[in-house]
C-alpha cells in the first residue's frame, strides 16, 4: 500500500520518495522507504523498518528528498519507537542519524549544498519541546541553531536565497501559536505572527515561492 501523503518528490521530479507499507505481525507493521528513479523507471528499497500497530508511530514520517534526488530525510515518530530525523543517500547509506528529539517538525531542504533544516528539541528534564537544527551535506552531525524552545515546531521552510528559516510553533494547550523567522546562523530571531487562543497548535505548512 502506497502512503498517499507521504510522497516527496526532486526539483526536475525525476526521483520521487514515497513510503509502502507490508505485512503485519504480531503487533507490528513492516514499513519501506523507497524511491522511484524517472531515468530508469525503477523503484528501489532506501530503507525498511517496523512500527506498532495501534499506536501513533512511524519510522519513516514526512519523507523529503532534496532537490538534486540524491539524499532523503525521514522522521521517526511516536512514543513506543522514539523520535528523530534520519538522512539516507539512494543507496540506503544513513548520512545523519539525530535521535533522542521531542516532537519533530517537517524538515524543509535548500537548492544549494544541500543543507536541510528540521525541527526537534531534546528532553534535558526541564521541560524543553522545540529546537531548530540545520545539516549540511558531508557534515557529520546537525548544528543547532535555536534551543530551549518550551513550543514544539509545527513547520519550517528555508527563504529562497536560504539566508533566513520562517517556521511555526505551537503550545500544546493551543492557547498561543506564533510564526518566527531567524537567520540561518540563529541569529535576529523576530516575531512574524502571533494568535490567540483558539483550535490546538495547527498552522498550514510554512512555504516560500
Known sequence: MVRGVAVSASAEATRIAFVTYGAKTTGQIAESLRLYDADDLGVSTVATGQAP???????FTWPSISPDGALV??????SDIGFGCTVYGADGTKHLQSSGLIWPAPVSWTSQGPRLAFGGGRDTGSGELGGLLVWSAGASKATPVITGLKQPLTSLAWTP?????????????????????????GSNRHLLLATGAGRPGRFAPVSFP
Open 161 to 185: 536565497k536560504a539566508s533566513q528559516i520562517a517556521y511555526a510553533v505551537a503550545q500544546p494547550s493551543g492557547l498561543q501559536s506564533a510564526l518566527w523567522i531567524v537567520n540561518a546562523d
Open 73 to 78: 530525510a525521514a522522521l521517526q515518530t511516536g
Open 53 to 59: 500497530t495501534g499506536a501513533d508511530g512511524d519510522q
